[in-house]
């Protein structure tokens, strides 16, 4: 059974870059051929897509993040990462990363979910 | 974009009772395919509870169904339980773009 598990800093200041991984277990990121999202829930707004890799390196951005986001890959380490750039109050969320095993944008597994507080 | 609009934003039921949730997109989803609803229990991450707007993911209960093509979908949860609690999102993919619903909270009376 696939399980994630994100990691990384709960407070970031203002115009920093937000840094978050996510490991993988029970499954292959290589073998499996997963698409590896990262989503986030903004307080009172609902879910955010951000975008996927797989792990050829091939990615997938919101383009209303796509400016601002690298997702990158490590399949030796079974694990994937987020990075955000330029983060204002507005990026204050929780952040999950999910897998989507189909190639439609089903997401399943999620991650647990690690709350990001942009403040100074 | 295609906007997803779900309501009742809240339902409040007695158990037992069923529950019809609606999400109508502002433009058709590209394919039934992409049309997906997830449960999120308070304090929980989101879980996957049907895909292709009308199939069961793993371990989900036969007391949920979905429907529906083009713009209008729905999550029905018969029999509800206890533990149906929480808020429940649609999604789709479309225009190269995923997109969820704001949810619908289900409450027990």
């Known amino acids: 059974q696939v399980q994630l598990q994100e990691s990384g800093p709960g407070l970031v200041k203002p115009s920093q870059t937000l840094s978050l991984t996510c490991n993988v277990s029970?499954?292959?990121?290589?073998?499996?051929?997963?698409?590896c999202n990262w989503i986030r829930q903004l307080p009172g707004k609902g879910l955010e897509w951000i975008g996927w890799?797989?792990?050829?390196?091939?990615?997938n951005y919101n383009p209303s993040l796509k400016s601002r986001v690298t997702i990158s890959v490590d399949t030796s380490k079974n694990q994937f990462s987020l990075e955000l750039r330029s983060v204002t109050a507005a990026d204050t969320a929780v952040y999950y990363c999910?897998?989507?095993?189909?190639?439609?944008?089903?997401?399943?597994?999620w991650g647990q979910g690690t709350l990001v507080t942009v403040s100074s | 974009e295609i906007v997803l609009t779900q309501s009742p934003g809240t339902l409040s039921l007695s158990p037992g009772e069923s529950a019809t949730l609606s999400c109508r997109a502002s433009?058709?989803?590209?394919?039934?395919?992409?049309l997906v609803w997830y449960q999120q229990r308070p304090g929980q991450a989101p879980r996957l509870l049907i895909y292709?707007?009308?199939r069961r993911a793993t371990g989900i209960p036969d007391r949920f169904s979905g429907s529906g093509s083009g713009t209008d979908f729905t999550l029905t949860i018969s029999r509800l339980e206890p533990e149906d609690c929480g808020v429940y999102y649609c999604?789709?993919?479309?225009?190269?773009?995923?997109?969820f619903g704001g949810g619908t909270k289900v409450e027990m009376k």
């Open positions: 999604q789709q993919f479309g225009n190269s773009l995923v997109t």
């Open positions: 890799i797989y792990y050829s390196g091939t990615t």
């Open positions: 433009q058709s989803v590209s394919s039934n395919s992409h």
């Open positions: 029970g499954g292959s990121i290589r073998s499996r051929g997963y698409y």
């Open positions: 292709g707007a009308s």
């Open positions: 999910a897998i989507d095993k189909s190639g439609y944008y089903w997401f399943d597994p």
